[in-house]
């Protein structure tokens, strides 16, 4: 099997959780309503965000271009409104998130609603269990599926264990709700091993752990609630608001421990519907962030050990929706091993890679009712660099000249508003601080 161009690690964590897959078998199916007949042609989907992830303006795009009427909820700096075309579109709530989408919901009339981030997904839940509107829960369950599976949906722990009682490739896994269980799996589980914690995205909230001394540091740091700077930082750089909800709530991560496998991250996009996988892309990362962090760089594959994966977890808890899984692939036996879920939109769904492949045409046409349209692939190459990743992280990488670049070019406004630089950078006094203290850092090989 031939290994990407640059070999990292990614990780994930879990536990057992007994009755899980029965919970979901259970769940009444009236929760869940099949697609009414009277659907338009031209369905109504609603996309919600919390962060300002470019993969949400690039599904917008896409969903556009299917044929469905697109509606809009994201903070105010979000790129994706400088899209011209939503059919509703208005500003998060922070406080009280749950309280807008309600009102949202009912006014608009969405046929289907997609989240854009773990917090949307977090509200959306919330949503279910504090509303008192019966056609509202049934949207959420049926946007996202029967709420028996929303603590495993939120839960690295009950989503591997799930996987692992279905016979799936998952690593060794346990939740880490204090410090003797950690040195119980430290006695059992040598390092290098994973640490993670729940409602953490884009390799944020994940260490690879060397040592003892390194995960009982690791333990205590991670398991601290938002502090007051990291919040405001930001608010300041990022325009994030929702840091400070975090903050206000002091809420402590769950944290669970996932020993490592040796080989490189790939993942899976799933187009679903009420636990029928319609359309999927694979793909196995060739440069990413970080050494835990999401890719800039992919590989088009087809992986069928992923494909079952995904269809298995999506059919047993019922899923809907436009969602992603992450897989370790060992590079001695080419395996790939489940280690997490990221229940709402990634990257990979957003590119049209034709028939079968095509995840917001195909999740289009089963809202809509009618067979999905053979669209022309985005792009025939195999290597596709993330836009505005790639540049942004290196824009003298020789990929951008070999790869498929994808860039919205039919978005010029969309263009130009990824393409611009970061707060920080923008701003003098920002760039200059962060400047000095790059310089005040001790330099490799320094006895300091």
Request: overall charge positive; charged content about 20%.
């Given at each position: 099997?031939e290994?990407?161009?640059?070999?990292?690690?990614?990780?994930?964590?879990?536990?057992?959780?007994a009755?899980?897959?029965?919970?979901?078998?259970?769940?009444s199916?009236?929760?869940v309503?099949?697609?009414?007949?009277?659907?338009?042609?031209?369905?109504?989907?609603?996309?919600?965000?919390?962060?300002?992830?470019?993969?949400?303006?690039?599904?917008?795009?896409?969903?556009?271009?299917?044929?469905?009427?697109?509606?809009?909820?994201?903070?105010?700096g979000?790129?994706?409104?400088?899209?011209?075309?939503?059919?509703?579109?208005?500003?998060?709530s922070?406080?009280?998130?749950?309280?807008?989408l309600?009102?949202?919901?009912?006014?608009?009339?969405?046929?289907?609603?997609?989240?854009?981030?773990?917090?949307?997904?977090?509200?959306?839940?919330?949503?279910?269990?504090?509303t008192?509107?019966?056609n509202?829960?049934?949207?959420?369950?049926?946007?996202?599926?029967?709420?028996?599976?929303?603590?495993?949906v939120?839960?690295?722990d009950?989503?591997?264990?799930?996987a692992?009682?279905?016979?799936?490739?998952?690593?060794?896994?346990?939740?880490?709700?204090?410090?003797?269980?950690?040195?119980?799996?430290?006695?059992?589980?040598?390092?290098?091993?994973?640490?993670?914690?729940?409602?953490?995205?884009?390799?944020?909230?994940v260490?690879?752990?060397?040592?003892?001394?390194?995960?009982?540091?690791?333990?205590?740091?991670?398991?601290?609630?938002?502090?007051?700077?990291?919040a405001?930082?930001?608010l300041?750089?990022?325009?994030?608001?929702?840091?400070?909800?975090?903050?206000?709530?002091?809420?402590?991560?769950?944290?669970?421990?996932?020993?490592?496998?040796?080989?490189?991250?790939?993942?899976?996009?799933?187009?679903?519907?009420?636990?029928?996988?319609?359309?999927?892309?694979?793909?196995?990362?060739?440069?990413?962030?970080?050494?835990?962090?999401?890719s800039?760089?992919?590989?088009?594959?087809?992986n069928?050990?992923?494909?079952?994966?995904?269809?298995?977890?999506?059919?047993?808890?019922?899923?809907s929706?436009?969602?992603?899984?992450?897989?370790?692939?060992?590079?001695?036996?080419?395996?790939?091993?489940l280690?997490?879920?990221?229940?709402?939109?990634?990257?990979?769904?957003?590119?049209?890679?034709?028939?079968?492949?095509?995840?917001?045409?195909?999740?289009?046409?089963?809202?809509?009712?009618?067979?999905?349209?053979?669209r022309?692939?985005?792009?025939?190459?195999?290597?596709?660099a993330?836009?505005?990743?790639?540049?942004?992280?290196?824009?003298?990488?020789?990929?951008?000249?070999?790869?498929?670049?994808?860039?919205?070019?039919?978005?010029?406004?969309?263009?130009?508003?990824?393409?611009?630089?970061?707060v920080?950078?923008?701003?003098?006094?920002?760039?200059?601080?962060?400047?000095?203290?790059?310089?005040?850092?001790?330099?490799?090989?320094?006895?300091?």
């Amino acid at each position: 099997m031939e290994a990407p161009l640059q070999l990292t690690a990614a990780f994930q964590s879990p536990s057992v959780v007994a009755d899980t897959v029965t919970s979901a078998r259970l769940a009444s199916p009236g929760l869940v309503q099949d697609v009414q007949a009277s659907l338009s042609c031209h369905p109504h989907i609603l996309l919600v965000a919390a962060s300002s992830l470019a993969s949400t303006a690039r599904l917008a795009v896409e969903l556009h271009r299917s044929g469905a009427n697109v509606s809009l909820i994201t903070p105010p700096g979000h790129p994706a409104r400088v899209l011209k075309f939503f059919k509703e579109r208005t500003t998060h709530s922070v406080l009280r998130p749950w309280k807008l989408l309600e009102k949202c919901l009912r006014h608009w009339r969405p046929d289907a609603v997609l989240p854009c981030d773990e917090r949307t997904v977090r509200d959306l839940h919330e949503l279910h269990a504090r509303t008192a509107d019966r056609n509202i829960q049934s949207l959420v369950e049926q946007s996202l599926g029967p709420s028996s599976g929303f603590a495993t949906v939120r839960s690295r722990d009950r989503l591997l264990s799930l996987a692992r009682a279905l016979g799936l490739r998952v690593p060794e896994s346990t939740p880490v709700p204090d410090e003797a269980t950690l040195d119980v799996w430290l006695r059992q589980q040598p390092a290098p091993f994973v640490m993670k914690a729940d409602g953490s995205w884009a390799g944020f909230g994940v260490r690879i752990i060397s040592d003892k001394r390194a995960a009982h540091q690791a333990w205590q740091q991670m398991r601290q609630p938002t502090a007051f700077y990291m919040a405001a930082r930001g608010l300041l750089l990022e325009h994030d608001a929702f840091g400070l909800r975090s903050w206000m709530q002091g809420e402590h991560p769950v944290l669970s421990v996932q020993s490592y496998i040796d080989g490189w991250p790939a993942n899976i996009g799933v187009a679903c519907w009420q636990g029928e996988v319609l359309a999927t892309n694979c793909a196995e990362a060739v440069a990413t962030l970080s050494a835990t962090g999401p890719s800039t760089v992919a590989r088009i594959i087809q992986n069928n050990e992923m494909v079952h994966t995904a269809n298995a977890i999506v059919r047993v808890l019922g899923l809907s929706g436009l969602i992603g899984f992450d897989f370790m692939v060992e590079a001695a036996t080419g395996h790939a091993y489940l280690i997490e879920m990221n229940p709402r939109v990634t990257p990979i769904c957003t590119i049209p890679l034709g028939m079968g492949h095509d995840l917001p045409e195909a999740f289009t046409a089963r809202l809509a009712g009618r067979a999905p349209q053979d669209r022309p692939s985005r792009t025939d190459q195999e290597i596709i660099a993330y836009f505005p990743d790639t540049w942004r992280q290196d824009s003298s990488n020789r990929l951008l000249q070999t790869a498929f670049h994808d860039v919205p070019w039919d978005q010029p406004d969309l263009v130009r508003r990824l393409m611009q630089p970061d707060v920080i950078d923008r701003n003098f006094i920002l760039r200059h601080v962060r400047l000095l203290r790059r310089q005040a850092l001790p330099r490799p090989g320094s006895a300091r």
